[in-house]
């Protein structure tokens, strides 16, 4: 990645994805954990649970990266997002739109 540091990246954002896509090829990324986005509507979690899953992280059980969109929302992962922060990470493991599954097969319309 220094070998690009030379150039700014312009644009739309879709462009600006493309290009970032093409770049990282697994699209893992480390982002500070200031950079990230929650949604609008959270569901109620219990402290306990989320405890636990610090305890886990902790012992190097769980390391699995969040699931964010392109613009670093947080897509899964919410108990991971907050047994972060309650072990103070800074610097948090993300995967960009690895949710999306190829729209290929999915395809379908419903006629009247």
């Known amino acids: 990645m220094n070998n690009y540091s030379k150039y700014i990246?312009?644009?739309?954002?879709?462009?600006?994805?493309?290009?970032?896509?093409?770049?990282?090829d697994d699209n893992l990324r480390?982002?500070?954990?200031?950079k990230l986005?929650?949604?609008q509507t959270l569901p109620a979690f219990k402290l306990r649970d989320i405890i636990n899953i610090a305890v886990r992280i902790k012992q190097g059980e769980l390391n699995e990266p969040l699931l964010v969109n392109e613009d670093f929302m947080i897509v899964k992962g919410l108990k991971r997002y907050y047994a972060l922060k309650y072990l103070g990470k800074k610097i948090v493991k993300v995967c960009i739109s690895c949710h999306k599954f190829p729209t290929k097969n999915n395809l379908f319309s419903i006629r009247k």
């Open 30 to 34: 480390d982002v500070p954990f200031d």
């Open 9 to 24: 990246i312009t644009g739309d954002t879709r462009q600006t994805t493309l290009v970032l896509n093409q770049l990282f």
């Open 37 to 39: 986005k929650l949604p």
